[in-house]
């Protein structure tokens, strides 16, 4: 999978135009749906590279925190912003991969073309980005008949073909086999250098420990700790976070 | 109880009432009514095997009056079906992405209009295309455009309605992943039309074929004027009454070949498509 030059982060040129993203900032930012309250008050800073992992129980709300931080839903309370600016104006400088890829019913080819098009971006990437993620041989086949880690992989095309600044991934590598989950990695991690700033949420202690900068753990929809990855593992503070990486159940 | 008298006044009153719609299959001499029942089973028994066979010579030997009625069926419906998509389909993927005060409202109207009766809505048009009607000036009454108008009435509530819970459904799926890319509404409308087409296929299938089976519209603004506004539905009933089985059964099983042949084509694009998980 070459690091081809149609790759070249526009968004260096992009950002110079706009004011920046980073730090993120959360500041007691509460989600409620009816009496169930999803996320407590929770606060966070984020500086500006690298990649943070966010890990927790299941039902911890860390879809839900990622949606927010990307503006898809609202808080009731509390405020975010990337920079000095809200999440909805700064959606479109992101992109989000989902677990379950949504893939448009086109080709492989079309999937990218369409991201390319209602972005106004150069249509001739197409080839670079498929090559990119290895999936050029596939260009004409049915995007829904992908296999999972395939499928996973043009997702991630096309979230990288609008050239984000930050880039979401709700656990992207769920349910997919490991070397498929290596090549998804590369992909994010070639990202990464090329400066995008990646917020990943994972269930998979070995890939938080290959490729996390910073460990976010979420427990009962507060963040119960975050630490850089060196402390994170050997050393866990809070009791819900060593209880989970002992296997211990955690509701 | 003496309860003849009723039942022989009623067996009368239907004899009567097929005379008057003219669905007597040649048998006036059955007259008096008594034996009126048998007669009209007897005889028609005997001239629908023949009219059978004169049906499928028509259809075989390639006649000229019935070509020319299927042409003018084919026409009239498929032009009503494509202004009806290009009116149904943006109205129903508005209201199937659209969150807006009164959407209930709006979906019980779409759906209900789905059910409108044909002749109501040729009553309709025909008082608006007549000498004396607002758009009386157009001198479209009697007219194939007139058909048209009437048709595309009839069927374009059935493509709003029936599309709008298609695209519902697909956008349903769709919904985050285009807010993530921060798609404009046109982008999402065009976008969710494109993926269901295939689907969309068969609403606009079922808007045809409401469209070519319908009479009651056609006939009060068309007219049934042979060589000019008359269609395969109008002539069967026209035919039926007059008693000329043979060119009604004719038109009949051409439609039924119509109908059949569009859904097994529509059938076949769709079965292609799913192949390709498209649907």
Same mark, same amino acid.
């Given at each position: 999978m070459s690091d081809a030059a149609?790759?070249? =982060?526009?968004h260096i040129r992009e950002s110079a135009q706009n004011s =920046? &993203?980073?730090?993120l900032v959360v500041r007691d930012l509460t989600l409620r749906f009816g009496e169930t309250?999803?996320? %407590?008050g929770l606060s966070l800073d984020l500086d500006t590279r690298g990649c943070t992992m966010v890990m927790g129980a299941n039902g911890s709300g860390k879809s839900l925190l990622l949606k927010l931080l990307h503006g898809l839903i609202h808080p009731s309370a509390g405020q975010i912003h990337w920079g000095s600016q809200t999440p909805t104006a700064v959606t479109r400088r992101q992109a989000l991969v989902f677990q379950k890829p949504v893939l448009l019913r086109r080709s492989v080819a079309a999937n990218i073309d369409f991201v390319l098009k209602v972005r106004g971006k %150069?249509?001739?990437?197409r080839a670079a980005l498929l090559e990119h993620v290895g999936l050029s041989h596939k260009a %004409?086949? =049915?995007?829904?008949? &992908?296999s999972g880690g395939e499928a996973q992989r043009l997702a991630l095309a096309r979230a990288l073909a609008t050239d984000p600044e930050v880039l979401f991934l709700d656990e =992207?590598?769920?349910? &997919?086999d490991p070397a498929s989950v290596l090549a998804i990695e590369g992909i994010v991690n070639g990202a990464r250098s090329r400066g995008v700033r990646i917020i990943f949420v994972t269930h998979d202690v070995g890939q938080a420990r290959r490729i996390a900068d910073d460990i976010v753990f979420l427990h009962r929809g507060r963040i119960a700790e975050h630490s850089p990855v060196a402390d994170f593992f050997p050393t866990p503070q809070s009791s819900a976070a060593r209880d989970y990486l002992s296997g211990r159940i955690v509701v | 109880m003496d309860f003849w008298p009723i039942g022989h006044g009623s067996s009368e009153h239907a004899f009567n009432f097929t005379q008057r719609l003219g669905l007597n299959f040649g048998c006036q $001499?059955?007259?008096?009514? $008594?034996?009126g029942n048998f007669c009209i089973s007897g005889i028609a028994l005997q001239s629908i095997t023949d009219a059978l066979g004169l049906a499928f010579a028509l259809v075989l030997s390639g006649d000229g009056d019935l070509l020319e009625i299927v042409a003018l069926s084919l026409r009239v419906s498929l032009t009503a079906t494509v202004i009806a998509c290009l009116i149904g389909l943006p109205v129903g993927a508005l209201v199937a992405i659209g969150r807006f005060r009164g959407r209930n409202a709006v979906l019980i109207v779409m759906n209900a209009l789905m059910g409108l009766p044909p002749v109501v809505v040729g009553l309709l048009v025909y008082l608006h295309l007549s !000498?004396?009607?607002? @758009?009386?000036? @157009?001198? @479209?009454?009697?007219t194939p455009s007139a058909m048209i108008i009437a048709q595309t009435i009839l069927i374009a509530p059935i493509v709003a309605a029936l599309s709008r819970q298609v695209l519902e459904d697909l956008h349903a799926e769709y919904a985050e992943q285009f807010r993530s890319l921060c798609l404009t509404r046109l982008q999402t409308i065009q976008a969710l039309l494109w993926d269901a087409r295939y689907s969309l296929l068969t609403v606009g299938l079922a808007g045809f074929g409401r469209a070519i089976a319908e009479v009651g519209a056609v006939i009060i603004?068309?007219?049934?004027?042979?060589?000019? $506004? !008359?269609v395969m539905t109008t002539a069967i009933a026209l035919e039926t009454s007059k008693g000329d089985l043979a060119l009604a059964l004719a038109l009949g099983i051409i439609l039924l070949i119509i109908a059949l042949g569009v859904n097994a084509a529509v059938q076949s694009v769709r079965m292609t498509a799913a192949r390709q998980a498209y649907v």
């Open positions: 149609a790759l070249t =982060p526009l =920046p &993203l980073m730090p309250t999803v996320l %407590d %150069d249509r001739s990437r %004409d086949q =049915p995007a829904r008949l &992908l =992207p590598t769920a349910s &997919l | $001499t059955a007259y008096p009514p $008594t034996c !000498r004396s009607g607002p @758009l009386g000036f @157009l001198g @479209l009454l009697y603004v068309g007219g049934n004027i042979d060589h000019l $506004t !008359r």
